[in-house]
């Protein structure tokens, strides 16, 4: 009788487990489905931070989208440097690079003006120390070699950058140039 029950709870465990590994591999594998490959128009990404995803549009609409994580678990908008909160915004990508850590740089325009007039106004309201900073170095970039992990289990770990797999940063990269904007929102 015993036996019985161990069949069923690892045959319970395995069917959670396949089915948590259905949700992220439809997650990963919501790219190009629908449309050609070329891509129309002006380039731009949405980064929502409440479904950790980043979606790519062009002129004929939605194209891709990735997974994403961020730093800080708490998805709220970056106050001030150092509390690793990815900011909230429209951001410009202004260079490309590669990266010996994390793959390549897709670095933002963070801090914009907008950034400035929300960190002024906390400051001004208290809700920061007046000695803060705003920070700066968002970009987007990818993981650590061979940790694409941290993807798929939603383990958020930056500074406040956008984080996607290395083979996702590759195809991004081919298809955003600078100049593209880049919406983040919770």
């Given at each position: 009788m015993k036996s019985k029950w161990l069949i069923v709870v690892l045959i319970t465990i395995s069917v959670a487990g396949l089915a948590s590994f259905r949700t992220i591999e439809r997650r990963v594998f919501r790219k190009n489905l629908f449309r050609r490959h070329q891509l129309v128009g002006d380039v731009y990404v949405?980064?929502?931070?409440?479904?950790?995803?980043?979606?790519?549009?062009?002129?004929?609409?939605?194209?891709?989208?990735?997974?994403?994580?961020?730093?800080?678990?708490?998805?709220?908008?970056?106050?001030?440097?150092?509390?690793?909160?990815?900011?909230?915004?429209?951001?410009?990508?202004?260079?490309?690079?590669?990266?010996?850590?994390?793959?390549?740089?897709?670095?933002?325009?963070?801090?914009?003006?907008?950034?400035?007039?929300?960190?002024?106004?906390?400051?001004?309201?208290g809700v920061i120390p007046q000695g803060a900073k705003i920070g700066g170095g968002i970009a987007i970039h990818g993981t650590w070699p061979h940790d694409d992990i941290v993807v798929d289990d939603f383990t958020n770990w930056t500074n406040g950058c956008v984080s996607l797999k290395n083979e996702d940063l590759d195809e991004l990269d081919e298809i955003l140039p600078v100049g593209s904007k880049v919406i983040i929102q919770r």
């Open positions: 949405v980064v929502d931070k409440s479904d950790y995803e980043l979606k790519v549009y062009d002129a004929d609409g939605w194209y891709a989208t990735y997974p994403v994580v961020f730093g800080s678990k708490d998805l709220t908008d970056k106050y001030m440097e150092g509390d690793r909160r990815t900011p909230e915004g429209t951001f410009k990508v202004v260079s490309k690079r590669p990266h010996q850590k994390w793959h390549k740089m897709l670095m933002l325009d963070y801090p914009t003006q907008e950034s400035w007039a929300k960190f002024n106004d906390r400051k001004a309201k």
